[in-house]
């Protein structure tokens, strides 16, 4: 006798209604990056015609009085303040995060994660006016002289310590960069310490090991994939930061040898000059720049996630 079907069972209208928004606001997301990108083409349009793509992007001069646009010195600047503020923050936050897992009496660990998640809180002017009236006195004064007599006497390090210091340069830009994405990482890297099985550790201490080999031989191969993910996050912020490092770059439109010279980055052009177009193709090409750095950030984002997948693959099997 034949087994008569089953009918599928009916959704429910409530899971049918939840599935249609959560899917709703997941394609929303994917819209607005289309709708950015083509507000971005369409207004950059005449500036990609008279200069194309190459020439633009490795001019170096950046006149409006000529109307001659290049994104080099803006690019340059903005990829050099990148890595060292990752660079700088990167060691900082990992080691912040196996201090506050690993290493801290529990009465510390509540202050240290609340002031962490604080130091995110801050918005990026109050940390540009810090910046400029507060930390570039000290650069310049103290730290920058002292980095001059010391590294800057080195045979290869000593064209990175040229010129007087003054403060407002590459160097502080990206020292402000980092201390604003210290806590991005170091957070995400205390969850991702934290999710290391305790029996995992407690075996390594078992059998002899010290505290510094359960860091470095459990802890960290462990938890790699979510301090990548936090360095990512943080990679983004420092690329698209606009306000903090306005204040202490300076804004000029050269490729800079050294970290103490001015220097200008794509965020910083953008903030400084939007204003002043006064003219279409200046103003074209500020929204090539805008493009040149939306492009940027989802390239190095996205390679960051493709390595990302691959690791998590690899260590999945």
Request: net charge neutral; charged share 15%; proline share 5%.
């Amino acid at each position: 006798m034949p087994i008569e079907a089953k009918p599928a069972p009916r959704r429910n209208i409530a899971d049918l209604l939840f599935s249609g928004l959560t899917g709703l606001a997941s394609f929303t997301v994917i819209v607005l990056i289309l709708g950015v990108l083509a507000t971005l083409l369409v207004e950059s349009w005449p500036a990609v015609r008279k200069f194309g793509f190459f020439q633009f992007l490795f001019t170096v001069e950046w006149n409006p009085v000529k109307q001659v646009f290049g994104a080099a010195s803006a690019v340059y600047g903005t990829m050099v303040t990148t890595f060292l503020a990752l660079l700088i923050a990167i060691p900082t936050a990992v080691g912040i995060a196996i201090f506050v897992t690993e290493i801290a009496p529990n009465f510390l660990k509540g202050p240290i994660g609340a002031a962490i998640e604080l130091l995110a809180a801050i918005p990026s002017i109050i940390y540009g006016m810090w910046g400029l009236f507060t930390l570039a006195p000290l650069m310049a004064k103290y730290i920058e002289p002292a980095l001059k007599r010391s590294l800057g006497n080195l045979p290869l390090l000593e064209v990175l310590f040229r010129g007087t210091p003054m403060g407002i340069d590459l160097l502080t830009a990206s020292v402000i960069l980092a201390i604003m994405i210290i806590p991005f990482t170091a957070s995400i890297s205390r969850d991702a310490f934290n999710l290391t099985p305790s029996v995992v550790k407690e075996s390594a201490y078992a059998m002899g090991a010290t505290q510094w080999e359960v860091v470095k031989d459990v802890v960290l191969p462990y938890s790699k994939l979510g301090v990548f993910g936090g360095v990512a996050l943080s990679l983004g912020r420092a690329l698209g930061e606009t306000m903090a490092v306005a204040f202490v770059l300076g804004n000029n439109h050269k490729i800079a040898t050294s970290l103490f010279d001015a220097a200008s980055t794509i965020t910083v052009t953008l903030a400084n000059e939007f204003a002043e177009a006064d003219s279409d193709i200046y103003l074209s090409s500020l929204y090539y720049l805008a493009l040149v750095l939306f492009g940027l950030s989802f390239i190095t984002l996205a390679t960051a996630k493709i390595f990302l997948l691959k690791a998590e693959r690899k260590y999945s099997r």
